[in-house]
């Protein structure tokens, strides 16, 4: 059996942040991120990760107490390119996830007049990562998940 090298990437295979949870933060982040991996990853999987860390980091910044607290959350993101795809943590000390976020969804009903304001974001990060675990600790949550490299991407990249 032949062992195949591994090439190493182009750039950084780490990306971290530590944000406010602040719609314009979060917008700067993702900019960043996508910049670091862009030599290193394709196109699909760059847009997969972006939809899913703006939707996340988004809720985070959209369900803050604003009325009850006189900072925003903070966000600590954690991204590591690996050998089948992006290692992905993220906490923040928001509110908790409600119990049903994490139960497996679908799409909500279509009305073909008035889509529906809620419930796209967990059915799109439930399916466009693998291996997603939450759990809530001291006021914590910690979300963990892998965002898997197209099959091509992965003989290319590796």
């Not at 960043?32 to 860390?53: K, N, Q, S, Y």
């Not at 119990?99 to 799409?107: G, I, T």
Request: charged share 20%; proline share 8%.
């Amino acid at each position: 059996m032949r062992l195949k090298a591994v090439v190493p990437p182009k750039t950084q295979p780490m990306f971290h942040r530590v944000l406010d949870a602040d719609p314009v933060v979060v917008r700067a982040t993702l900019t960043d991120m996508r910049h670091r991996f862009a030599r290193d990853v394709c196109d699909d999987t760059l847009g997969r990760l972006e939809l899913v860390m703006a939707e996340l980091m988004n809720n985070v910044a959209e369900h803050a107490p604003v009325a009850t607290s006189d900072r925003l959350p903070v966000i600590h993101l954690c991204i590591v390119r690996h050998q089948a795809g992006l290692a992905c943590a993220l906490a923040d000390d928001g509110v908790s996830l409600p119990d049903a976020c994490m139960l497996p969804r679908s799409l909500p009903p279509a009305i073909a007049d008035n889509l529906p304001e809620g419930g796209f974001g967990w059915f799109l990060v439930q399916n466009l990562t693998q291996a997603l675990c939450y759990y809530r600790a001291s006021s914590r949550n910690y979300l963990a998940f892998n965002i898997p490299f197209m099959e091509r991407e992965d003989e290319n990249l590796s």
